[in-house]
């Protein structure tokens, strides 16, 4: 059988802590974020977690993750 291809856009974006949930960035952080409010920025700069059907499609894509 012939290797698995890793999906490389998505191996760039999400990282899996050791108990296999999958962690993506926040998306928005790039700029423009002076008009935000305090707790959006707030929120922003935490990591964001991928439900259990996404981390499911992901694993498919990263198969050596």
Do not use: C, D, W
Not at 31 to 44: D, I, L
């Amino acid at each position: 059988m012939s290797k698995l291809k890793t999906n490389k856009s998505a191996a760039k974006r999400i990282k899996f802590t050791k108990t296999g949930k999958a962690v993506k960035r926040t998306a928005g952080q790039g700029h423009f974020n002076a008009r935000e409010a305090g707790t959006t920025k707030m929120n922003k700069r935490r990591n964001s977690t991928l439900s259990k059907a996404s981390t499911k499609q992901i694993k498919k894509q990263l198969p050596y993750a």
